[in-house]
């Protein structure tokens, strides 16, 4: 089995909103506006990266390091709220 | 130079509507007596046009609105909300069908699915054939099911909503077992608002406050049981929780409903409130509509509110409550709402509640149709 990588639910829509200058997920009846930082870890969420390679990504893309327990602790709150599904095929 | 020291917040306007709902028409082939449309819907002009309601997607959309629904009457009888749902998809919304699915056919389904609708809420009046088809004075229950299916296979989550009275109460709990049959992700336990058809018919559907606690244990129950495979949302009667409730949000805060013959309003309902002058859409921007018109600015906020409301510590959270359930028990549409034990006119709240207590009373339904409507001819 290959390793779990997240994925946006299909519950919900997630797109760059001009009016709100921020990532939304977009859901029956409902918004949540995101922050800068939930925006990009989303952004990732396509059901092909693992986990590190999320993580490694943000940090080339921000030229950071340290971030996994940042991004862990996101999508565990995220999956929590059912924004994310986990895809292990 | 005096023109560059105009204070920045001045500059700054309030945010756009985050909702558009079209209502798109008032025809429907169910014959609710719990429906919120204006008991006088008969009465209004002609629908609007394709292009119309085009130009009110564009306007809303442009204002920053994400959310469009799409809701009536029966927003399936028109021939065109393919094309709406394809330019709302198309500007970014996400995009909800709100039906009690008749006349959902494959072909249609497929259709609106290619047009990139996201969402379908499907409305259920109740768990078996007999009481289904006695609310909605029709024959639809087995199509109903049949549509929840069809709908499911076709990828959409499936979001039940199913409205809460007196007849329909005591069978929640095969409601709900029904909802898990078929599969449902979410299921909308709406208590009864009184407003338009069901303010007409509030005697015969007001339940008894022993069926009301009744329901919230078996949905207690029940969600226990289900946790996050179905979620339930159980909204509470304010009649009988005597919470007001900040209405749409706050009027003018996040909603736009458009009625079928193109009327802008804070809420579905408003077009009952006396005095005011309602922005047709076909006449005025919903950029002005929004933030200009005198009705979207009327109940703004809380500057205008009546006491006991200005002087309470709640006033932020609920804004005096619902302005036409103000209006409708009062007569004032600037009254503080009665469902609040607060206001003076609160024994009209409890005046009804001991009436739902009467046992052998004679509760007889009026049933939503053009004919009642034309015959009644009143807003409520």
Same mark, same amino acid.
């Given at each position: 089995?290959?390793?779990?990588?997240?994925? @946006?639910?299909?519950?919900?829509?997630?797109?760059? /909103?001009?009016?709100?200058?921020?990532?939304?997920?977009?859901?029956?009846?409902?918004?949540?506006?995101?922050?800068?930082?939930?925006?990009? @870890?989303?952004?990732?969420?396509?059901?092909?990266?693992?986990?590190?390679? @999320?993580?490694?990504?943000? /940090?080339?893309?921000?030229?950071?390091?340290?971030?996994?327990?940042?991004?862990?602790?996101?999508?565990?709150?995220?999956?929590?709220?059912?924004? @994310?599904?986990?895809?292990?095929? | 130079?005096?023109?560059?020291?105009?204070?920045?917040?001045?500059?700054?306007?309030?945010?756009?509507?985050?909702?558009?709902?079209?209502?798109?028409?008032?025809?429907?082939?169910?014959?609710?007596?719990?429906?919120?449309?204006?008991?006088?819907? &008969?009465?209004?002009?002609?629908?609007?046009?394709?292009?119309?309601?085009?130009?009110?997607?564009?306007?809303?959309?442009?204002?920053?609105?994400?959310?469009?629904?799409?809701?009536? #009457?029966?927003?399936?009888?028109?021939?065109? *909300?393919?094309?709406?749902? =394809?330019? &709302?998809?198309?500007?970014?919304?996400?995009?909800?069908? *709100? !039906?009690?699915?008749?006349?959902?056919?494959?072909?249609?389904?497929?259709?609106?699915?290619?047009?990139?609708?996201?969402?379908?809420?499907?409305?259920?009046?109740?768990?078996?054939?007999?009481?289904?088809?006695? *609310?909605?004075?029709?024959?639809?229950?087995?199509?109903?099911?049949?549509? &929840?299916?069809?709908?499911?296979?076709?990828?959409?989550?499936?979001?039940?909503?199913?409205?809460?009275?007196? !007849?329909?109460?005591?069978?929640?709990?095969?409601?709900?077992?029904?909802?898990?049959?078929? #599969?449902?992700?979410?299921?909308?336990?709406?208590?009864?608002?009184?407003?338009?058809?069901?303010?007409?018919?509030?005697?015969?559907?007001?339940?008894?406050?022993?069926?009301?606690?009744?329901?919230?244990?078996?949905?207690? =129950?029940?969600?226990?049981?289900?946790?996050?495979?179905?979620? *339930?949302?159980?909204? !509470?009667?304010?009649?009988?929780?005597?919470?007001?409730?900040?209405?749409?949000?706050?009027? #003018?805060?996040?909603?736009?409903?458009?009625?079928?013959?193109?009327?802008?309003?804070?809420?579905?309902?408003?077009?009952?409130?006396?005095?005011?002058?309602?922005?047709?859409? =076909?006449?005025?921007?919903?950029?002005?509509?929004?933030?200009? +018109?005198?009705?979207?600015?009327?109940?703004?906020? !809380?500057?205008?509110?009546?006491?006991?409301?200005?002087?309470?510590?709640?006033?932020?959270?609920?804004? #005096?409550?619902?302005?036409?359930?103000?209006?409708?028990?009062?007569?004032?549409?600037? &009254?503080?709402?009665?469902?609040?034990?607060? +206001?003076?006119?609160?024994?009209?709240?409890?005046?009804?509640?001991?009436?739902?207590?009467?046992?052998?009373?004679?509760?007889?339904?009026?049933?939503?149709?053009?004919?009642?409507?034309? =015959?009644?001819?009143?807003?409520?």
């Amino acid at each position: 089995m290959s390793p779990p990588r997240p994925a @946006i639910n299909r519950l919900f829509r997630f797109q760059w /909103e001009p009016a709100q200058q921020a990532h939304v997920l977009l859901y029956p009846e409902g918004m949540v506006k995101l922050n800068q930082s939930a925006g990009e @870890i989303l952004k990732r969420c396509d059901g092909a990266r693992t986990v590190p390679q @999320i993580v490694a990504d943000l /940090e080339a893309a921000f030229n950071a390091s340290g971030l996994a327990a940042e991004v862990e602790a996101f999508l565990k709150m995220a999956d929590a709220q059912n924004w @994310i599904t986990w895809n292990t095929d | 130079m005096d023109t560059l020291l105009v204070p920045p917040a001045a500059l700054q306007r309030r945010p756009g509507p985050l909702w558009l709902l079209a209502e798109v028409t008032y025809r429907c082939p169910l014959h609710c007596a719990f429906c919120y449309n204006p008991v006088d819907f &008969a009465q209004a002009g002609p629908e609007l046009s394709t292009d119309d309601w085009l130009k009110v997607i564009r306007e809303a959309r442009a204002l920053g609105a994400a959310q469009f629904g799409i809701s009536g #009457g029966e927003p399936l009888l028109r021939d065109d *909300i393919e094309i709406l749902v =394809r330019e &709302a998809r198309q500007l970014g919304f996400y995009t909800n069908l *709100i !039906t009690s699915g008749v006349g959902l056919t494959e072909a249609r389904l497929a259709a609106l699915k290619d047009a990139g609708l996201d969402h379908i809420q499907l409305s259920f009046q109740d768990a078996t054939r007999e009481a289904n088809d006695l *609310i909605t004075n029709t024959r639809t229950f087995d199509l109903k099911r049949k549509v &929840a299916a069809m709908t499911k296979a076709a990828g959409y989550p499936t979001v039940i909503n199913c409205v809460l009275h007196r !007849t329909n109460i005591d069978h929640l709990d095969r409601i709900i077992e029904m909802a898990v049959e078929i #599969g449902a992700e979410y299921l909308e336990l709406a208590n009864t608002q009184y407003h338009g058809w069901a303010f007409l018919n509030r005697e015969a559907l007001m339940p008894t406050a022993a069926q009301l606690a009744e329901a919230e244990a078996v949905t207690e =129950r029940w969600k226990a049981r289900l946790g996050k495979k179905m979620r *339930i949302l159980f909204v !509470t009667p304010d009649y009988q929780t005597k919470k007001p409730k900040k209405c749409m949000n706050g009027w #003018g805060e996040v909603f736009l409903s458009v009625t079928p013959d193109g009327l802008a309003l804070p809420c579905h309902t408003a077009r009952m409130l006396p005095g005011l002058e309602f922005p047709d859409v =076909r006449e005025h921007g919903i950029d002005w509509i929004w933030h200009d +018109s005198p009705l979207f600015n009327r109940f703004r906020g !809380t500057a205008w509110l009546p006491e006991p409301c200005q002087s309470c510590e709640d006033k932020d959270k609920d804004h #005096g409550g619902c302005r036409c359930q103000a209006f409708m028990l009062t007569g004032q549409a600037d &009254a503080t709402d009665p469902v609040c034990p607060k +206001s003076p006119d609160h024994g009209l709240i409890d005046a009804a509640l001991a009436d739902a207590e009467k046992p052998g009373t004679v509760r007889p339904l009026v049933f939503r149709d053009p004919k009642n409507s034309t =015959r009644l001819a009143r807003p409520f």
